[in-house]
């Protein structure tokens, strides 16, 4: 992932790691997939989806109805297109912040994210936000703290996300590395 500054939104991005992308591609989507059973078909929405690398074998493994990918990014997010177009993967690439995406709500059946809440300053508000957009009984699939420990181990030292502030999402399925948080049936939007 190349280095971004992303002015004002409090993320600061990461150094670029050349083989980041094909680990992803090779090790990281195809065990998500196994380990958390995921379903085939659907709309999936990636957050923080960078330079799409996971997008293209997400989409070739899971063979969506619709594929998504947000970021705030435009650099990378022009990145991620040129890399599915070469990739014959039609996927709607979304310039927009999770914690404000431009979908309607229980409108997305998988939302998939590889560590950007861990490292946004709202990652309440931008949960919140993946739970208005799932449908009910869709998943969140996101990296478990472990996984951020083993991957950047200053940085993500005594990071968690706030599951016990967020009831409208519990927890489905956990791998080790990854858990997947269904999206309970109903809540009032703005309640936890
Ligand atoms: C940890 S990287 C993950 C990138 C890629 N998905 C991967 O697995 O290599 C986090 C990504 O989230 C994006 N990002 C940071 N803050 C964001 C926000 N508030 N809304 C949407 N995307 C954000 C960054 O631009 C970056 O691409």
């Not at 085939?40 to 989409?59: D, F, K, P, Q, W």
């Not at 809440?117 to 703290?145: K, S």
């Amino acid at each position: 992932m190349r280095s971004v500054r992303h002015e004002g939104s409090g993320y600061r991005a990461f150094p670029e790691i050349p083989a980041r992308d094909s680990l992803q591609v090779a090790i990281e989507v195809p065990m998500l997939v196994h380990l958390l059973r995921l379903p085939t078909g659907g709309r999936i929405l990636e957050v923080g989806c960078g330079s799409g690398a996971a997008l293209a074998e997400l989409n070739r493994r899971l063979q969506p109805a619709a594929i998504m990918g947000a970021d705030i990014d435009l650099p990378l997010l022009r990145e991620a297109d040129a890399r599915l177009v070469s990739s014959g993967v039609h996927a709607d690439l979304l310039h927009a912040d999770v914690h404000a995406l431009p979908l309607p709500a229980q409108s997305v059946d998988l939302v998939i994210d590889f560590g950007t809440c861990y490292h946004i300053p709202d990652a309440e508000g931008a949960i919140r936000e993946i739970a208005r957009v799932l449908r009910p009984g869709g998943l969140f699939v996101h990296e478990t703290p472990v996984s951020q420990h083993l991957a950047h181990p200053f940085r993500s030292f005594g990071r968690t996300l706030p599951w016990k502030r967020i009831t409208s999402l519990y927890l489905f399925r956990t791998a080790l590395l990854w858990s997947a948080r269904a999206r309970v049936a109903a809540f009032r939007t703005g309640s936890p």
